[in-house]
C-alpha cells in the first residue's frame, strides 16, 4: 500500500505535462533508445523492450549489470532530501557499443534506458524528459486499479510510450 | 603462455633508464671488484639515479655505427621502425662507458700504469667511433684521498692522466675502496647520471637536425620515426614531460600516413605503440583521465581499421591486445595508489578486451575454416632470413616493400593461408578466459556483483566452446543462484540451457534431472515444445534410458556423450537422486498446510499437502511422504502407489499421484497425536515427492518444512499485495496463491470438563491467615482420576511476594517463614462425575500490596479418538488477584496531665500515652484485646489495663485508649527512650470462633526525657464557688542535687481575693519538697483565671514561668453562688 501511495505524487503532475505538451514546448523527442526496462524495487525485472534486430538477451544482461551501478548510485544519495532528490541518475556507464542512463523512482523503481554510442545528438536534457516522460506513463500504470504493483507490466498505453523511444529499425 | 605476435616487445613496455657499461671490472675473481658491482646493483631503489648497468669487457665491441647521411634526397625509408632499435638503446649502446682502473697516486710505476690506462680508453674510444657516447675513468685506489689542493702530487698527476687519456678533468674519478664504499658509489653515480643525459641530450639534437633534410613526400615515414625516437630519448633521459608531448606528435604523424590494406598492420602497430607510451606516461603523471581520453581517441580511430578482410581476426586481435594493455596499465597505476571508481576501472577494458578476443574466434572461425586437407605452405611464407622482422608490423613475406600494390598476389595469397592456418591454432577460449577472469577480479574489487555474474557466465560459455565442460558446469552452477534469487527468468533459464547441455555432455545425471526441473518450472521462459522436449528426455532418464541430446551441441562430443550415457545405463550403482528444492524453482510446487495452529490431544491432528505441476504433460509421482520433528508420525503419513513395471510414466490421469499441469492436487493426512507430545509443536520437517521408481531411476524432491522453493517467498508476497479477485472454482479446486504454508502446529491439552470456583473476602489483611474455599465439581462423563490440586501465589511475581507470603491448608495455625508460598499438586483423589468436593487454603501476607493467586486443578480422564484410547491430562486453572491491606491504622501520642500536646516528657513526672486505632479495614474487626508492653525506660503510673477489649470496630470507626506514664530520669542520647510495644489483637468479626486472633504489635514511638530542676504541682479542687474559700498548695520539688534558691511570688487577679505568702525566697534541700499553702477566694463566677505563681530559679535561670505553666493549672472554674443559701455559706459569711 505504501509503494502505492508513492506514485500518485508523481514530479510532475501529468496535468503540467500535457501543458507544456500543448504549448508545444515539448522537447524533440527522436527515436533513439535501443532497450527501455523497468526494474522493480526488489531488482527484478517489470518490463524489459529492446530493439528487435538486435540480441535479446544482450541487453537483458547491460540492463540487469547496470543495476550494479544504479545501487551504488542510489546508496550513496543516501536516505537524506528524499523530496528533493534528483530522480535521474545520469550515465550509468559507457560500453563499447551502448550508452545506459539510469532513473529510479521514490519507491526505488528504476528505469534503465540504453542508447547506441554512435548516437551523440541525444543530450543529457533529452535523456532526462525521456525518463520523465516514461516515469508518467508508468504512473498511469499504477494508478490503473488492475493492475497489481509487482507484476510485469502489460499495459498497451505504457508500450506504445516506450515503442515511441525505441529506435525503429527497417 | 609464450608471447604471441600480438604482445607487446618487453623494451616497449619497460622504464627506460639510462645505459652505462662498466668496464675494467673483473667482478668473477677480484674481490674488490665484486664488491664495486654489488654497490652499484644491489639495493636500487627509487631514490637512486635510474640508471641500468652493465659489465662488460674493456675490448667490448659495441654495435658498429653506420656512417652519417649527408643527405636524404635518395633516401627511401623501408619501414617506420625498426625491430631492434629500443633494445639497441635499453642494452647495447650505452651512453656512458666507465673504465675503471687499479692506481694510487703514489703508484711508483706511475708511467706506466698511466700508459695502460690510457690504451685501455683508446680501445674503448676505437669501438665506438662515430657514436657521441661518453668515456669517464674511474681510479680504484687503496688510500683514502687527501681533501683536494693539499695532495700536490696527486692534481699533478690527475691533470697528467687526463693529458694521457685525453679526458676532461670532469670525466676522470677517483674510488678508495675504504669503508664508505656505497657513498662513493652513491656520488659516482650520480656523476654518470649528468654524462648520460648530457649524452641524450646530444642524440635527440642530433635526430632533430634531420628533420630539415626532409620533405613530406617521401619521408612521411621518417616523420614518425624521428619524432619517436626524440621521445624515447627523452625517455633515457628521463624528460618525462618532453617525452610524453613528443609521443604525442608522433602519435598524429602516424594517423597522418597514408594508409593502405599492406601497411595498415604496420600503422596500427606503432600507433598502438605510441599510444601505450602516452598512456603510460599519462599514468606516470597522475593524469589517468589524459590517459583514458587518449585511449578513447586511439580506440575511436582505429576501430575501423580493419585491414585485409582476410585477415579481420588480426584487427580483433590487436584491438584486444589494446584494452588488455591499458587495463594492465590502469591496474598498475592503481597499485601505485591512483583510486578507480565503480564505473572506471580497469574490469571495463579487461572486459572489452575479452569481447575482442570473443569476436577474434569467431571471425577465425569464419574465416580459417579451411578443408582438412589444406596444407601449410612450404617454404613457409612467415620465415625470414634473420628469423624476425626488421620493422615492426611488416609482413615477412614483402618487407620494406612499400608500394601498395602487390607486386606478387600468389605469394600474398599463400602468406595470407599461413596466418589464417596459424590463427586456427590459436587456443582462443584459453585467451578470453583470462581476460574475463582478470575482468571478474577487478569489477569484484569495485563492487559490481552483476558485472561479475554476466562475466562468470561467459567464462562458463567459453569453457563450454573449450568443451571443458566441467568448468563451465561450476561456474554457471554458482552463478545461477544470483540471477535465480534476483528473478532474472529470462537470464537464468539462458544459463540453464547451457548448463543442461554441459550436464547432458558429460553424463551427470543428477545435474542433468535438477536443471531440467528447473526449465520445465515455472521460472523457465522456455516454449512449450522445448519444454515438452525436455519433460520427454527426463522421463527417458528415470527409466533408464538414454535421453536425446541437447540442440546445437557439438556432434563429437555427442558421441562421446552418448557413449557415457550408455555407461551409465549399464551401470547399477545408486540410482536415488536426492535434490534439494528449496534452492531452485522446480517445476512441481508444494505447500503443506495444518488445517488448524493447534490440535487438542483428543481431536486427530490433520493437514493437507497441495502440490501442483507446472511442466506440459500430466507426471506421475509414486510416492509422497511427510517427515516430522518427532518421527513417530512420518509412518502414518505416507502415500504410495504400487504400479505394475510396464507402465510408464506418463499414466492415465485417475491416478491419485497424477499431477495434471496447472492444477492443484490436495492430499488429507489425519493421526493421533502422541500424549506426550501435548504443549509441543509438531512440525513438517521436510516434505518427499519421489519421481520414478526404484526399478529405474528415483529422484526425491525434498522441501525442507512446509514446501517453498526459491521463487515462492517473492509470489507469497505479491500474492499478498494483490487485490486481484480471483474467480470462483468449484468447491474441491483451491488457488494456488491463496495458499498459506503451515508446516507446524500445537498439540495442545484437551478442554477440561471440571468447574473451580473460589469464594473468599477481599481485600486480604495483613498477617490474618486468609482464607480462599477452592470448590472442584466435576462435569465428566466419566471418573476423573488423581485430581491433584496446585494454589498458592502466581510463579514469576516479584521474589518478596514469595518470602512475604504463606500458605497452608492448616487454618488452625499461624504460617511463619518456613511455609511456601506456593502448595503443589495437592492430592485430591479422584472424583465421579458430577462430584463436588470443597477445600480451603489459609493464605498469610505479611505485606500489603497486591498479589496474583494461582488455582490449578489437573486431572487424568480416558478418552477415546478414532477408536484409540487414550489417557488424557487435563487441567484447568483459575487466577485470582486479591489485595492485602492494614487492618487499622494506630497513632500513639504523647500529652501532659493537662492533654497539652508535648514533644518531650521531663523525668519523673507523668505524663500521658494515647494511642488510637483506626479501622481500615472494609470488614468489621473486632478488638479482642490490647497490650502495652513498657520498656525498661518507662514506667506505669497506674494499672495498664485494656480499655479497647471486645470492641467491635466498623470501617473507618476507631478506638483509643489513655495510658499515664512516668519516665525515670535518664542519661538520655540523641535518640531519644523507647517507650515499647502496643499489642493489638483482632479477628474479623465476621469469623467462626476457631478462626485463630492475629496479634498485631505496633512499636511505640521514642520519646525525648528532660530533667528539670524543679518541679511544682497543685493540689486544688476541681471547682471553686463564689465567696468560697478554696485552699490551694503548691509542692515545690527540687529535682537537682543542689540546694535550690527560689524566689517565689503570687501576682494577683481580679476574679480572686488570696491570702498566703505573696513574695517570699526560699532554700529547698535536694531531693526534698516545700509546700506553699494559699488560700484563694473567688469572687466572680465562670471560668477565671487563678493568681499566678511565679517561681525564680537563682541557679537556672533558664526555668521560666512558662515551663511552670505546664504543670500547674493557671484557670479554674468558680461556680456562681447558690439563691437559698444554707448554713453552712452563712456560717462562712
Redesign the interface.
Known amino acids: 500500500m505504501e509503494s502505492r501511495r508513492v506514485h500518485w505524487l508523481p514530479e510532475i503532475t501529468r496535468a503540467e505535462v500535457r501543458a507544456k505538451e500543448e504549448k508545444g514546448e515539448r522537447p524533440p523527442l527522436s527515436k533513439m533508445a535501443v532497450c527501455i526496462a523497468v526494474i522493480a524495487k ?4 517489470l518490463y ?1 523492450k529492446s530493439v528487435p534486430t538486435e540480441n ?2 544482450k541487453f ?2 547491460t540492463v ?2 547496470s ?3 544504479v545501487d ?1 548510485k542510489i546508496s550513496a544519495m543516501g536516505k537524506a532530501l528524499v523530496d528533493q532528490r534528483e530522480l535521474y541518475l545520469g550515465l ?2 559507457p ?2 557499443d551502448y550508452k545506459v542512463y539510469g532513473y529510479v523512482t521514490n519507491s526505488k523503481v528504476k528505469f534503465v534506458m540504453v542508447v547506441d554510442s554512435s548516437n551523440t545528438a541525444l543530450r543529457d536534457n533529452e535523456i532526462r524528459s525521456m525518463f520523465r516522460k516514461l516515469h508518467n506513463s508508468y504512473t498511469d500504470v499504477m494508478c490503473n ?2 493492475y ?4 510485469q507490466i502489460q499495459s498497451r498505453a505504457f508500450d506504445n510510450i516506450v515503442t515511441s523511444m525505441m529506435v525503429q529499425v527497417c | 603462455m609464450s608471447p604471441s605476435q600480438w604482445d607487446f616487445p618487453v623494451e616497449l613496455c619497460c622504464r627506460p633508464m639510462a645505459f652505462v657499461t662498466l668496464t675494467g671490472l673483473d667482478v668473477v675473481y677480484n674481490a674488490v671488484h665484486r664488491a664495486v658491482w654489488d654497490a652499484f646493483c644491489a639495493n636500487r631503489r627509487a631514490d637512486r639515479v635510474p640508471i641500468s648497468f652493465k659489465v662488460l669487457p674493456g675490448d667490448h665491441e659495441y654495435p658498429k655505427c653506420r656512417t652519417k647521411r649527408t643527405s636524404y634526397e635518395w633516401y627511401i625509408p623501408k619501414g617506420i621502425l625498426k625491430t631492434g632499435w629500443m633494445n639497441k638503446h635499453l642494452n647495447l649502446v650505452p651512453a656512458l662507458v666507465v673504465v675503471f682502473y687499479e692506481l694510487d697516486w703514489d703508484e711508483p710505476q706511475w708511467k706506466e700504469k698511466q700508459s695502460e690506462c690510457a690504451t685501455r680508453v683508446e680501445i674503448v674510444r676505437q669501438s665506438l667511433q662515430g657514436r657521441n657516447t661518453k668515456v669517464a675513468v674511474v681510479l680504484i685506489q687503496k688510500k683514502t684521498p687527501l681533501p683536494p689542493g693539499e695532495d700536490v702530487i696527486a692534481s699533478e698527476r690527475a691533470a697528467a692522466l687526463c693529458n694521457a687519456c685525453d679526458l676532461s678533468g670532469k670525466s676522470l674519478f677517483v674510488l678508495p675502496h675504504t669503508d664508505h664504499l656505497v657513498g662513493y658509489i652513491i656520488r659516482l653515480e650520480n656523476a654518470f647520471y649528468e654524462h648520460a643525459q648530457t649524452y641524450y641530450y646530444t642524440e635527440i639534437r642530433r635526430v632533430k637536425s634531420h628533420k630539415e633534410y626532409l620533405n613530406k613526400t617521401t619521408h612521411q615515414l621518417l616523420f614518425v620515426r624521428h619524432q619517436f625516437k626524440i621521445a624515447f630519448f627523452s625517455e633515457l633521459k628521463q624528460d618525462t614531460q618532453n617525452a610524453l608531448k613528443n609521443y604525442r606528435t608522433a602519435y598524429n604523424l602516424v594517423h597522418e600516413l597514408r594508409a593502405h590494406e599492406t601497411n595498415m598492420l604496420e600503422i596500427k602497430t606503432m600507433a598502438g605503440f605510441i599510444n601505450y607510451k602516452i598512456c603510460r606516461l599519462c599514468f606516470q603523471h597522475n593524469t589517468p583521465l589524459d590517459a583514458i581520453a587518449q585511449f578513447r581517441k586511439h580506440i575511436d580511430l582505429c576501430k575501423k581499421k580493419i585491414g585485409s578482410a582476410e585477415l579481420a581476426f588480426e584487427h580483433a586481435a590487436w584491438m584486444s591486445k589494446q584494452f588488455q594493455a591499458f587495463g594492465d596499465l590502469f591496474d598498475e597505476a592503481i597499485k601505485l595508489g591512483l583510486t578507480a571508481i565503480q564505473t572506471q576501472n580497469p574490469g571495463f577494458y579487461y572486459q572489452q578486451a575479452a569481447y575482442y578476443a570473443q569476436e577474434r574466434k569467431q571471425l577465425a572461425n569464419m574465416l580459417c575454416n579451411h578443408e582438412p586437407a589444406t596444407i601449410y605452405p612450404n617454404p613457409d611464407p612467415l620465415e625470414t632470413q634473420t628469423g624476425v622482422l626488421d620493422f615492426y608490423g611488416q609482413r615477412p613475406w614483402r618487407q620494406g616493400i612499400l608500394s601498395f600494390d602487390l607486386n606478387d598476389p600468389e605469394k600474398e595469397k599463400l602468406g595470407i593461408l599461413a596466418l589464417q592456418l596459424k590463427e586456427k591454432k590459436v587456443p582462443h577460449s584459453e585467451l578470453t578466459i583470462t581476460l574475463l577472469s582478470n575482468a571478474v577480479a577487478q569489477f569484484k574489487k569495485y563492487k559490481c556483483p552483476r558485472m561479475k555474474s554476466h562475466l562468470m557466465v561467459q567464462m562458463g560459455e567459453e569453457y563450454y566452446y573449450a568443451k571443458d565442460y566441467t568448468k563451465a558446469l561450476k561456474l554457471l552452477d554458482y552463478v545461477l543462484c544470483d540471477y535465480r534469487s534476483e528473478g532474472w527468468w529470462t537470464l537464468l533459464t539462458s544459463i540453464l540451457i547451457t548448463a543442461l547441455k554441459c550436464a547432458y555432455l558429460m553424463a551427470q545425471i543428477k545435474d542433468y534431472i535438477t536443471y531440467s526441473l528447473e526449465l520445465l518450472g515455472r521460472a523457465s521462459t522456455l516454449k512449450e515444445d522445448q519444454k515438452s522436449r525436455i519433460e520427454k528426455n527426463l522421463i527417458k532418464v528415470l527409466m533408464n534410458e538414454n535421453p536425446d541430446p541437447e540442440p546445437d551441441c557439438d556432434p563429437v562430443s555427442v558421441k562421446a556423450a552418448q557413449k557415457l550415457w550408455a555407461d551409465r545405463v549399464s551401470l547399477s550403482g545408486s540410482n536415488i537422486f536426492t535434490i534439494e528444492v528449496q534452492e531452485f524453482v522446480p517445476f512441481v510446487q508444494c505447500k503443506a498446510k495444518f488445517i488448524s495452529p493447534s490440535f487438542h490431544i483428543d481431536s486427530p491432528v490433520q493437514f493437507d499437502i497441495f502440490v501442483k505441476a507446472d511442466c506440459p504433460h500430466p507426471i506421475r509421482f509414486s510416492k509422497l511422504c511427510v517427515s516430522f520433528n518427532n518421527q513417530e508420525y512420518n509412518q502414518y503419513c505416507v502415500m504410495e502407489e504400487v504400479y505394475q513395471k510396464s507402465e510408464t510414466l506418463e499414466s492415465s490421469i485417475q491416478e491419485t499421484l497424477c499431477l495434471i499441469p496447472g492444477k492443484t492436487k490436495k492430499f488429507t493426512f489425519k493421526f493421533v497425536a502422541k500424549t506426550e507430545d501435548v504443549g509441543k509443536k509438531i512440525e513438517i520437517t521436510s516434505v518427499d515427492l519421489l519421481l520414478g521408481n526404484e526399478t529405474g531411476r528415483c529422484v526425491i524432491l525434498n522441501w525442507h518444512g512446509g514446501g517453498g522453493d526459491a521463487a515462492s517467498a517473492q509470489e507469497a508476497l505479491l500474492a499478498a499485495r494483490s487485490f486481484k479477485r480471483r474467480p470462483k472454482l468449484p468447491d474441491n479446486e483451491v488457488h494456488w496463491d491463496s495458499l498459506t504454508v503451515q508446516a507446524s502446529t500445537m498439540i495442545i491439552s484437551r478442554v477440561p470438563n471440571i468447574s473451580v470456583q473460589l469464594s473468599h473476602e477481599p481485600p486480604a489483611l495483613t498477617n490474618e491467615m486468609y482464607c480462599l474455599i477452592v470448590t472442584i465439581q466435576s462435569h465428566e462423563k466419566t471418573v476423573a482420576k488423581d485430581v491433584k490440586l496446585t494454589a498458592g501465589l502466581k510463579p514469576g511475581q516479584d521474589a518478596n511476594l514469595t518470602q512475604k507470603t504463606h500458605v497452608t491448608l492448616n487454618g488452625a495455625e499461624m504460617c511463619d517463614d518456613s511455609y511456601p508460598a506456593l502448595l503443589t499438586d495437592i492430592p485430591v483423589g479422584d472424583l465421579q462425575p458430577d462430584e463436588k468436593l470443597e477445600k480451603t487454603i489459609y493464605i498469610h501476607c505479611g505485606t500489603v500490596g497486591t498479589r496474583m493467586f494461582l488455582v490449578y486443578v489437573s486431572y487424568l480422564v480416558s478418552a477415546t479418538i478414532e477408536g484409540k484410547e487414550i489417557l488424557c491430562k487435563c487441567h484447568r486453572d483459575e487466577t485470582v488477584t486479591i489485595e492485602t491491606v492494614f487492618p487499622f491504622d494506630v497513632t500513639a501520642k504523647f500529652v501532659s496531665t493537662k492533654f497539652e500536646h508535648l514533644d518531650k516528657v521531663f523525668a519523673d513526672i507523668p505524663f500521658l500515652l494515647m494511642t488510637d486505632i483506626l479501622s481500615a479495614s472494609p470488614w468489621a474487626l473486632t478488638i479482642v484485646t490490647s497490650q502495652l508492653q513498657l520498656s525498661p525506660s518507662m514506667a506505669p503510673v497506674d494499672q495498664l489495663e485494656s480499655y479497647v477489649e471486645n470492641v467491635v470496630l466498623q470501617t473507618g470507626e476507631s478506638a483509643s485508649e489513655c495510658f499515664c506514664l512516668r519516665c525515670p530520669p535518664v542519661t538520655t542520647g540523641q535518640g531519644g527512650v523507647a517507650t515499647g510495644c502496643y499489642v493489638i489483637t483482632w479477628k474479623r468479626t465476621s469469623a467462626v470462633k476457631s478462626t485463630l486472633v492475629v496479634n498485631t504489635v505496633i512499636t511505640l514511638p521514642h520519646v525525648i526525657v528532660e530533667s528539670i530542676p524543679l518541679h511544682v504541682n497543685a493540689d486544688l479542687p476541681s471547682f471553686g464557688r463564689v465567696r468560697e474559700s478554696l485552699p490551694v498548695k503548691y509542692h515545690l520539688q527540687n529535682k537537682t542535687n543542689l540546694v535550690q534558691d527560689v524566689e517565689v511570688s503570687v501576682e494577683p487577679s481580679d476574679a480572686f481575693m488570696f491570702s498566703g505568702l505573696k513574695q517570699i525566697r526560699l532554700r529547698i534541700l535536694p531531693g526534698t519538697e516545700q509546700e506553699m499553702l494559699y488560700n484563694f477566694y473567688p469572687l466572680m463566677a465562670g471560668y477565671q483565671p487563678l493568681p499566678s505563681l511565679n517561681i525564680n530559679l537563682l541557679r537556672f535561670p533558664l526555668f521560666t514561668n512558662q515551663m511552670l505553666r505546664r504543670f500547674i493549672p493557671t484557670h479554674i472554674f468558680v461556680k456562681p453562688q447558690g439563691r437559698q443559701p444554707d448554713d453552712a455559706s452563712i456560717a462562712a459569711a
Request: aromatic share 16%; glycine share 4%; charged share 25%.
Open positions: 526488489e531488482n527484478y525485472p524489459i535479446e538477451l537483458h544482461y540487469h549489470t543495476l550494479d551501478v551504488e550509468l556507464y560500453t563499447e486499479p488492475f497489481n504493483p509487482g507484476d
